[in-house]
């Protein structure tokens, strides 16, 4: 199972810009979720799915876009980003909501706006 | 006041010293989990505690329901433990909520 995957890794955007972090999970996972991290924060919940077709906001939530097509995809988007979205993103999964709670996370994606 | 608070924020130890971090949160829970970051690395999974204790390997989880306060211990710390360590707590209402984390260095 390759488990959680972000794509991409880095990267730089000018203020005014879209684009579209990506997440992926093989295991069957309902729940997943975007988190952002900021230095001496910890991790902020953005938003949340637990399944397909299901989304809600989590604790931070402005200027950003997701959905849930499909149980393993869970893309979130930036309509306009702004310097204050410059964070290290991080996508995680879990089967939250089956029997267990075992938190999976990806990589991160370390993303600078200009 | 945030629901989750962690203690110490830093922390540095001698290779060897047992290590003992806290979290305290203000709701109640269905569980709290323990995390681990690595410098520059993803983020790893430790524990998942509704009540009692659990080990693995060199680490401690205990968690006390009625005090709402967990610890993380580490015993014969080691310089590969050097990691910032957070805890999240599940409020039972679907959202994982995080401490800002503990940051440990341990020197050899």
């Known amino acids: 199972n390759a488990g959680v995957t972000q794509t991409p890794k880095f990267q730089v955007l000018k203020t005014g810009q879209s684009m579209t972090l990506q997440c992926a999970q093989d295991m069957n996972h309902e729940y997943m979720s975007w988190y952002r991290q900021d230095p001496g924060m910890g991790l902020r919940l953005i938003h949340y799915s637990v399944g397909a077709g299901i989304t809600d906001q989590g604790e931070v939530p402005n200027g950003y876009n997701v959905s849930r097509s499909t149980t393993e995809d869970f893309p979130l988007r930036l309509l306009s980003a702004a310097p204050s979205q410059t964070s290290v993103y991080f996508c995680?999964?879990?089967?939250w909501g089956t029997g267990g709670d075992e938190q999976f996370f990806g990589p991160g994606t370390r993303l600078t706006v200009l | 006041k945030n629901e989750v608070e962690q203690s110490p924020q830093n922390l540095t130890a001698q290779e060897g010293e047992f290590i003992t971090i806290n979290c305290s949160y203000s709701v109640g829970i269905s569980a709290l989990h323990w995390l681990q970051q690595h410098p520059g690395g993803g983020i790893v999974s430790l524990f998942m505690l509704s009540s009692g204790k659990k080990k693995h390997g060199r680490l401690i989880a205990t968690i006390n329901i009625q005090e709402k306060h967990s610890s993380l211990h580490i015993t014969a710390s080691h310089p590969r433990d050097s990691a910032v360590y957070f805890c999240a707590v599940r409020a039972g209402n679907e959202k994982l909520t995080f401490g800002t984390g503990t940051r440990l260095t341990i020197i050899p």
């Open positions: 995680a999964s879990s089967s």
